[in-house]
T-cell receptor, first 111, second 116 residues
Framework: GENVEQHPSTLSVQEGDSAVIKCTYS??????FPWYKQELGKRPQLIID?????GEKKDQRIAVTLNKTAKHFSLHITETQPEDSAVYFC??????????FGAGTTVTVRA | SAVISQKPSRDICQRGTSLTIQCQVD?????MFWYRQQPGQSLTLIAT?????????ESGFVIDKFPISRPNLTFSTLTVSNMSPEDSSIYLC?????????????FGPGTRLTVL
């Protein structure tokens, strides 16, 4: 199956600063890359995704970039707020919509 | 997005017993999956629940331990059999609606299982 690596495992930022999380994947056939946010005790929530035919996608304060040649993709959160504190997971599809997840990044936004 | 519910939301069970978790969706969906999230860890795919046929299991997961049913396009069950403390995890179902032309997959609220 797909192998997805995610860095860093923890990230602490000052409110208002930017946060960047990076992921790499192994299967060159992967064509869909979602990002999930999981707050404590809650289900993972899809926050943004990108398909392999685009290099960048933005939704308000969050953006995702994809480099298919290098097989890596990144999540960018600008103007961070306390409510952005959560665990973020990157993922990639392999074999019929199965998701392989990265290990997760715990983001803490300091007020 | 689809509205997904799971029952039970949590349970505490004795080792050696079995627990069946239900996943209900408010609309017909193309695909349903079951994931496990061990404490403080990421999500790991257990199996794809196939409507009308046997589930497809990922490496490390077997039908005898995790039997799965999917009798129709809106419902699936996962049974955790002969439980041990190592089975203590959150079990989540997810769905791929397959109707929007995109690839989004959505998760149920999860079932928190503690095995004593």
């Amino acid at each position: 199956g797909e192998n997805v690596e995610q860095h860093p495992s923890t990230l602490s930022v000052q409110e208002g600063d930017s946060a960047v999380i990076k992921c790499t994947y192994s299967d060159s056939a992967s064509n869909y890359f979602p990002w999930y946010k999981q707050e404590l005790g809650k289900r993972p929530q899809l926050i943004i995704d990108i398909r392999s035919n685009v290099g960048e996608k933005k939704d308000q304060r969050i953006a995702v970039t994809l480099n298919k040649t290098a097989k890596h993709f990144s999540l960018h959160i600008t103007e961070t707020q306390p409510e952005d504190s959560a665990v973020y997971f990157c993922a990639a599809y392999f074999n019929d919509y199965k998701l392989s997840f990265g290990a997760g990044t715990t983001v803490t936004v300091r007020a | 997005s689809a509205v997904i519910s799971q029952k039970p939301s949590r349970d505490i069970c004795q080792r050696g017993t079995s627990l069946t978790i239900q996943c209900q969706v408010d609309s017909q969906v193309t695909m349903m999956f079951w994931y496990r999230q061990q404490p403080g860890q990421s999500l790991t795919l257990i199996a794809t629940a196939n409507q009308g046929s046997e589930a497809t299991y990922e490496s490390g997961f077997v039908i005898d331990k995790f039997p799965i049913s999917r009798p129709n396009l809106t419902f699936s069950t996962l049974t955790v059999s002969n439980m041990s403390p190592e089975d203590s995890s959150i079990y989540l179902c997810s769905v791929y609606p397959g109707t929007s032309g995109w690839n989004e997959q959505f998760f149920g609220p999860g079932t928190r299982l503690t095995v004593l």
